[in-house]
């Protein structure tokens, strides 16, 4: 199946028709005068989550490995707290972390207070720079 692919405000679209439309009269009526588009077969276009691809002056689709990491940390299941802590222990950070929240009362309230943790949530980033650890030490402790 043939589809049309276009770029707008630095956003990959794609388009589709039925069978019996034609697929470059369609994308012509769609994409705004201005944006050239590019007719592709579907089952060439990446697996990667749409948001992370990006499309040269030439058509070819690449994908931004930040934002497709960054879409695939919001993805990431939340915990509850009992599996945020075991998630800890399991990488040897609980008393780390225990030993931060004390040393900071905004962090302390955050963390006892939170009903869930998400990897995207400011109060794991701001741990995870106060311990010195990457993101992907997160990652991996959040996916284990």
Not at 20 to 36: A, N
Not at 85 to 97: P, S, T
Not at 119 to 136: K, M, S, V, W
Request: charged share 25%; aromatic share 8%; no cysteine.
């Amino acid at each position: 199946m043939k589809v049309f692919i276009y770029r707008e405000n630095n956003i990959v679209h794609v388009g589709s028709v039925t069978p019996d439309l034609d697929i470059e009269e369609v994308g012509s009526m769609v994409v705004p005068t201005d944006i050239h588009f590019w007719i592709v077969n579907r089952s060439e276009l990446p697996n990667e989550p749409q948001e992370s691809w990006e499309l040269s002056d030439d058509g070819v689709i690449t994908i931004n490995q930040d934002k497709l990491t960054q879409i695939k940390r919001e993805r990431m299941p939340t915990l509850s707290p009992m599996d945020f802590e075991i998630k800890l222990v399991d990488a040897g950070l609980y008393d780390q972390v225990q030993g931060l929240i004390q040393s900071d009362i905004k962090l302390k309230i955050a963390y006892n207070r939170a009903t869930f943790f998400s990897r995207t949530a400011p109060f794991i980033d701001q741990a995870r720079i106060a311990l010195g650890l990457t993101d992907e030490q997160v990652d991996e402790m959040w996916t284990s």
